[in-house]
């Protein structure tokens, strides 16, 4: 089983309801966040890849198009 894998897909793979997935994963995640310790930054923090309409990646034109679409 894969880091990268979404609840539906664990549950389909381990032929488990995805309920019962999301619970085991949430227990799994909390515990993960619990035992990680704060990063204090400190100095000039550069952030990369601020998307503010996510799912339009590089491609203004259709949000250009969207937009005009929803105002008529």
């Keep these: 089983m894969g880091l990268n894998l ?3 897909q664990i549950a389909a793979e381990l032929e488990i309801n995805e309920n019962t997935i999301q619970e085991m ?4 995640r909390t515990g993960i966040a ?3 310790t704060m990063t204090m ?13 996510a799912g339009h990646k590089g491609y203004p034109e259709s949000v250009k198009k ?5 105002k008529t």
């Design 6 to 8: 979404s609840n539906r």
């Design 41 to 53: 930054l400190e100095g000039t923090v550069e952030c990369d890849e601020v998307y503010v309409v």
């Design 66 to 70: 969207s937009e005009k679409a929803s």
């Design 25 to 28: 994963t949430t227990i799994l």
């Design 34 to 36: 619990e035992q990680e």
